[in-house]
Nanobody, 119 residues
Framework: QVQLVESGGGLVQPGGSLRLSCVIS????????IAWFRQAPGKEREGVSC????????WYAASAKGRFTISRDNAKNTVYLQLSSLKPEDTGVYYC????????????WGQGTQVTVSS
């Protein structure tokens, strides 16, 4: 059974940092690309970052470049998303998702973790 479990969200002040974790079970992480998406209140879900299993490349949304860093630890079956220089507009539910490649509609999703950036 494929399962993704996010953690690490919380309340942080503007300019602060958080590290999100996505623990994968039911398949080997080194065979899958893992993406992070987020959904802000009243807005559509958007892709934030992705780490590719096929060529090791990483993709970032324009809003995430220079502030967020995605990484993977295949031995721990865990993918991380380091969030830095957080802004109020980064507030939302962050989801990790798995697919063979970095795509917009991966088939496997976690339940999400809430990130709130507020003073």
């Amino acid at each position: 059974q494929v399962q993704l479990v996010e953690s690490g969200g919380g309340l942080v002040q503007p300019g602060g940092s958080l590290r999100l974790s996505c623990v994968i079970s039911g398949f080997s992480l080194d065979s899958y690309s893992i993406a992070w998406f987020r959904q802000a209140p009243g807005k559509e879900r958007e892709g934030v970052s992705c780490t590719s299993a096929t060529d090791g490349s990483q993709w970032y949304a324009a809003s995430a470049k220079g502030r967020f860093t995605i990484s993977r630890d295949n031995a721990k079956n865990t993918v991380y998303l380091q969030l830095s220089s957080l802004k109020p507009e980064d507030t939302g539910v962050y989801y990790c998702a798995a697919d063979a490649t970095c795509t917009a509609r991966p088939p496997y999703w976690g339940q999400g973790t809430q990130v709130t950036v507020s003073s």
